[in-house]
T-cell receptor, first 113, second 113 residues
Framework: DADVTQTPRNRITKTGKRIMLECSQT?????MYWYRQDPGLGLRLIYY???????NKGEISDGYSVSRQAQAKFSLSLESAIPNQTALYFC????????????FGPGTRLLVL | SQKIEQNSEALNIQEGKTATLTCNYT??????LQWYRQDPGRGPVFLLL?????KEKRKERLKVTFDTTLKQSLFHITASQPADSATYLC????????????FGTGTQLKVEL
């Protein structure tokens, strides 16, 4: 969905490096999410935010941090990347009025060497 | 916590046939259930939502059923086409409701000519 964009689309980094994945949305949604997807494990929630001042841990938040800089922007940071953080990362949004449906970005493929 | 099971084996069917995918869940009764489609390397796309008081929901060639007694949802694609080939994910809200979806691992559908 072009309304939710993620940068970069692909990233290769080395163990111990700090990296940031960015998500922007033009849908005007207040709720944003970060997921990672691994083969056989499906989508797992890392962090989510229901408003600019609201940050919540998901299922697998260890080793990650987030920043909600504005309603339209939600960034995910890996403070010190490790190889088992190699995965496909997705940002998603939802709106409190049609609250159940989530709209996903195109994903960021991250490889940690 | 809730557990979601989808058949991890790929489903191969012939063009024109009806594809039926299964989503089973345990441990609670969700207020609704969603189905998403995911193409390789892309983010999931919302297809249908069915609520606990709805037995069946249709959208064009898609049909979803929701059996709260069996704790199961069936997703049907009638008159399947090669373009329907993708991975299909079911997703449930947490106990008590909310926006934090839990996704199944998905079932890959391949429609052959």
């Amino acid at each position: 969905d072009a309304d939710v964009t993620q940068t970069p689309r692909n990233r290769i980094t080395k163990t111990g490096k700090r990296i940031m994945l960015e998500c922007s949305q033009t849908k005007g949604h207040d709720r944003m999410y970060w997921y990672r997807q691994d083969p056989g494990l499906g989508l797992r929630l890392i962090y989510y935010s229901f408003d600019v001042k609201d940050i919540n841990k998901g299922e697998i938040s260890d080793g990650y941090s987030v920043s909600r800089q504005a309603q339209a922007k939600f960034s995910l940071s890996l403070e010190s990347a490790i190889p088992n953080q190699t995965a496909l990362y997705f940002c998603a949004t939802s709106d409190r009025t049609s609250q159940e449906t989530q709209y996903f970005g195109p994903g960021t493929r991250l490889l940690v060497l | 916590s809730q557990k979601i099971e989808q058949n991890s084996e790929a489903l191969n069917i012939q063009e024109g046939k009806t594809a039926t995918l299964t989503c089973n869940y345990t441990n609670y009764s969700p207020a609704y259930l969603q189905w998403y489609r995911q193409d390789p390397g892309r983010g999931p796309v919302f297809l249908l939502l069915i609520r606990e008081n709805e037995k069946e929901k249709r959208k064009e060639r898609l049909k979803v059923t929701f059996d709260t007694t069996l704790k199961q949802s069936l997703f049907h694609i009638t008159a399947s086409q090669p373009a329907d080939s993708a991975t299909y994910l079911c997703a449930l809200p947490p106990p008590g409701g909310g926006n934090k979806l839990t996704f199944g691992t998905g079932t890959q559908l391949k429609v052959e000519l």
